[in-house]
């Protein structure tokens, strides 16, 4: 069955520090992956999205990803964290023929000043 | 372009009230589905929909009715409502394997 887990449901990292959030992936065909941002009473917006080619695709915002299928992962990261980072962050993988996209639980992150 | 609309973007309901979320999509696409969102779960599948007059269930639809009379529209019908169906609620459609996301209706059930 196919299914997303992301280890931790908050992190909190200082502003200017770097950033990797986890996930981890189970699905049968090849994965087509998302990372989603939810900011507080917003709706979701696509981060980035792995299809093919190269492992490591870069998305808005200044983020980027890189799919290891060796590990079955699609971390999430940013070289440095600004105050308007902080929402929640949600990975999905899913496929062309696929009726759903699986998601993960969420990750919230927090930014001290 | 609106992308996907959503209304109401708040809800409160009294249980065993029925009530209608409205999703409208103008991009043409022929995949239209809903999910819930609760705390520490991530997003749930409830009904989705390849193409007008075609309707499945997903993960979780219980509770809940969806038709698809057009491309653009997704009405998403609580019977008869519950406090366990307090909870966010977003439409999407697809394009391929890619999802575009409204903005969510909270509704309260008490």
């Known amino acids: 069955a196919q299914s997303v887990t992301q280890p931790d449901i908050h992190i909190t990292v200082s502003e200017g520090a770097s950033l990797e959030l986890r996930c981890n992936y189970s699905y049968g065909a090849t994965p087509y992956l998302f990372w989603y941002v939810q900011s507080p009473g917003q709706g979701l917006q696509l981060l980035l999205k792995y299809f093919s080619g190269d492992t490591l695709v870069q998305g808005i915002k200044g983020f980027e990803a890189e799919f290891k299928r060796s590990q079955s992962s699609f971390n999430l990261r940013k070289p440095s964290v600004h105050w308007s980072d902080a929402a929640e962050y949600f990975c999905a993988v899913g496929g062309q023929g696929a009726q759903k996209l699986v998601f993960g639980q969420g990750t919230r992150l927090t930014i001290n000043p | 372009n609106a992308g996907v609309t959503q209304t109401p973007k708040f809800q409160v309901l009294k249980t065993g009230q029925s009530m209608t979320l409205q999703c409208a999509q103008d991009m043409n696409h022929e995949y239209m589905s809903w999910y819930r969102q609760d705390p520490g779960m991530g997003l749930r599948l409830i009904h989705y929909s390849v193409g007008a007059g075609i309707t499945d269930q997903g993960e979780v639809p219980n509770g809940y009715n969806v038709s698809r009379s057009t491309t653009e529209d997704f009405p998403l019908r609580l019977l008869s409502a519950a406090p366990s169906q307090t909870s966010v609620y977003f439409c999407?459609?697809?394009?391929?394997?890619?999802?575009?996301f409204g903005q969510g209706t909270r509704l309260t059930v008490v």
């Open positions: 999407a459609s697809r394009v391929g394997p890619e999802a575009f």
